[in-house]
């Protein structure tokens, strides 16, 4: 079936040997010209939280100690499993749920961005998600950075702050 493919595509075992057909990694393609918006975000994410996921992946000892509450709790004399120990765990997970669909509504807000949508009020209803979790600080700086700028639709005014 592979060989079936490579034959439709006009494709030999060859060419995919080619030592000059390398995905770049993921430094050296942020570090080629030109730098486009895209990669200017790709930049701040990879350099921003996705640093943690890199620790955390690679067992570093910084992604050790995040993960400690959740992986090494019984190890940790009954004195030390304190209810703050249950907040830290309880906004870990708040956290990387934030981060995950922060990610998700990035990829919805460029495919709308690219393709301009029309119907359904998109535009509108990604302002709205935006807006709702603009509280979030890693939320914001994506927002301020790149989708504020980005969306169709207007932001809504900000109320004057009261005496």
Request: glycine share 4%; charged share 25%.
């Amino acid at each position: 079936m592979l060989q079936k493919g490579l034959a439709q595509d006009n494709l030999t075992d060859a060419d995919l040997d080619d030592k000059k057909n390398k995905w770049p990694l993921l430094g050296t393609y942020l570090d080629q010209k030109p730098d486009t918006p895209h990669k200017q975000l790709v930049r701040r994410i990879s350099l921003g939280f996705w640093r943690d996921y890199s620790s955390i992946s690679h067992a570093s000892y910084d992604g050790l100690v995040q993960l400690f509450p959740f992986i090494a709790r019984d190890r940790l004399p009954h004195a030390m499993r304190t209810p703050e120990l249950d907040n830290y765990r309880v906004r870990c997970f708040s956290m990387h749920f934030a981060r995950a669909a922060v990610l998700l509504l990035c990829l919805l807000t460029e495919i709308q961005h690219y393709f301009k949508f029309d119907g359904a009020n998109i535009d509108k209803r990604l302002r709205e998600i935006w807006t709702a979790m603009l509280p979030i600080y890693e939320v914001k700086e994506l927002y301020d950075f790149r989708y504020n700028a980005v969306l169709r639709e207007p932001a809504p005014a900000v109320a004057a702050a009261g005496p």
